[in-house]
């Protein structure tokens, strides 16, 4: 399926290296794009660039190549890569079974739940796969396993206890009801809008009671975050916080993670990778990612609801960057999945 992909061939072009074939793996999907991973390059295509057939295809961790032929690009699925089943599919348990055995898996019921889970969120059923859910299977959480796996975090008990937390209370629910009242006027209009300097005021200001424990909760699932967020090899660095704030009398936390991504190429500026999850009233959950280079930004906005709203406002926001002496390069505004929602969290640790 050939592709366009404007603005990517000096990009890929250095990463190819002189090879008609580069090699690389789909990171995620949403409901209109498809981020690829080449080396340490992530590539963001359009699904209605793709053929049926080839979006059928992809999911998850599938193994992609994709082709340089006359200056055209064309990506297919690399040869003899397990393809995901389509989300939702039911399979049977006989052949599921025989496909256990045929991995040298006995399909006990844990087994076999395990292998329906993830043929139903578009993974191939890989013995090591298996193998990692299977003890959560047996401890009766893997539906908080499968959420940590699909959103690419390390099976740990805590991030599985943390996800359990999550499901009971979802991101866009206010940290405290009524928290407006307890609150001094100073400090309510420091909480505003999300922001470092209102998170730095209520810290100072409440460190006790039903407001300072889930506080406390916040924290620690921030320095959680922050962990996980952290690169391995020490080249890039990530932070991840919460962002406290009022909707009326209600105070919510936002989210935000901040990554270096490095150089794109010798002589570039570097990229700054901005992420963040912010429950709204007019639009329900937003997740809005920013791409920054120099003065440079590029935006990708998705929303749980109102998206025509949403993608209404950006001319304003577009001519506020533009005062502040920024351009706006590319701007995509989506509807955000209702499966994503509740993995909100998980993503920002990705």
């Given at each position: 399926m050939r592709i366009r992909l404007e603005g990517l061939g000096p990009l890929l072009t250095e990463l190819l290296g002189g090879r008609q074939v580069l090699l690389g793996q789909v990171q995620r999907l949403t409901a209109a794009s498809v981020l690829l991973r080449f080396g340490q390059e992530e590539?963001?295509?359009?699904?209605?660039?793709?053929?049926?057939?080839?979006?059928?295809?992809?999911?998850?961790?599938?193994?992609?190549?994709?082709?340089?032929?006359?200056?055209?690009?064309?990506l297919r699925v690399k040869p003899g890569a397990p393809l995901p089943a389509p989300r939702g599919q039911e399979v049977s348990l006989q052949t599921l079974a025989e496909a256990l055995v045929a991995l040298d898996l006995r399909p006990t019921e844990e087994v076999q739940?395990?292998?329906?889970?993830?043929?139903?969120?578009?993974?191939?059923?890989?013995?090591?796969?298996l193998l990692a859910l299977l003890p959560w299977a047996e401890r009766g959480q893997l539906e908080e396993a499968l959420w940590l796996w699909e959103a690419g975090f390390p099976l740990t008990p805590a991030l599985v206890e943390l996800v359990a937390d999550l499901r009971r209370e979802p991101p866009d629910q206010p940290i405290l009801e009524q928290a407006a009242e307890k609150l001094p006027p100073k400090l309510q209009e420091a909480l505003r809008l999300p922001g470092r300097q209102g998170r730095t005021a209520l810290g100072l200001e409440l460190a006790e009671g039903r407001l300072g424990k889930d506080?406390?909760?916040?924290?620690?699932?921030?320095?959680?975050?922050?962990?996980l967020a952290a690169a391995p090899d020490g080249e890039n660095f990530a932070f991840v916080f919460f962002l406290p704030f009022l909707r009326g009398a209600d105070l919510f936390a936002a989210w935000a993670k901040i990554t270096d991504e490095g150089k794109t190429a010798p002589g570039e500026s570097r990229i700054f990778r901005l992420e963040l999850l912010?429950?709204?009233?007019?639009?329900?959950?937003?997740?809005?990612?920013?791409?920054?280079?120099?003065?440079?930004?590029?935006?990708?906005?998705?929303?749980?609801?109102?998206?025509?709203?949403?993608?209404?406002?950006?001319?304003?926001?577009?001519?506020?960057?533009?005062?502040?002496?920024?351009?706006?390069?590319?701007?995509?505004?989506g509807e955000l999945e209702p499966c994503a929602k509740p993995l909100l969290y998980a993503m920002i640790g990705k």
């Open positions: 590539v963001e295509l359009a699904l209605e660039e793709l053929s049926p057939e080839l979006q059928a295809a992809l999911g998850e961790g599938v193994a992609v190549e994709l082709h340089r032929s006359q200056g055209a690009w064309a739940l395990v292998a329906k889970g993830l043929l139903e969120r578009g993974f191939p059923l890989h013995r090591e796969y506080l406390a909760r916040l924290l620690s699932a921030e320095r959680l975050f922050h962990a912010l429950p709204t009233e007019a639009f329900g959950m937003v997740r809005a990612e920013l791409a920054v280079w120099g003065k440079e930004v590029r935006l990708n906005l998705a929303s749980e609801r109102n998206c025509r709203g949403l993608a209404a406002q950006m001319g304003e926001l577009e001519a506020e960057l533009g005062a502040a002496g920024w351009r706006l390069q590319e701007v995509k505004v």
